[in-house]
């Protein structure tokens, strides 16, 4: 992908050509991942897709964050069909994390199908779904659950999010 020289950091012209390189680059790989046959490429390849959403130009990379959610649902919709298949935690809390990134709007439908006890149950030894679990009833001032969440997650033998 290169380095970008000091003197091109004061020249836009030679810094939008060298970012649009580097997304070309990136769709490139993103291309290969969903492509591939593993399950947890295609996962990363449409966590690639969500970060470099279709430009015009790199001023467009700061768009409002309700037009990129319009934008992601498809994305979105996909990685839940490939969560409610699966048996690998990796691919479950992905699509998690993504139906929880949608701010600005609703969620599409399909995330309601994604739940943090299915995630606890791919992966029974982790504490991560039982910690969302409790953020999400202290939000909710939901105590009982709150409780249970913390109770579950205390149980735990580890952590790890797969989601960074």
Known sequence: ???V????????QRMQQFVQRQLAALAGV??????SANERDRVAGLVLQA???????????YEAVGQTEQRMVPIAQQLVAMAQSTSD?????QAVKLCASFDQQPSPPECGA????QWSRLDPGNMKPWLWALNRAQRQ???AGATEALYQASKASYEKSYIG
């Open 141 to 143: 001032k939901d105590e």
């Open 114 to 117: 994604i739940s943090l006890t």
């Open 30 to 35: 993103q291309q290969r991942l969903l492509a």
């Open 89 to 93: 935690p990796t691919v479950y809390a």
């Open 1 to 3: 992908m290169g380095i």
């Open 51 to 61: 970060v470099l959403l279709p430009r015009e130009d790199v001023s467009q990379a």
């Open 5 to 12: 020289p000091v003197s091109a950091l004061n020249d836009p």
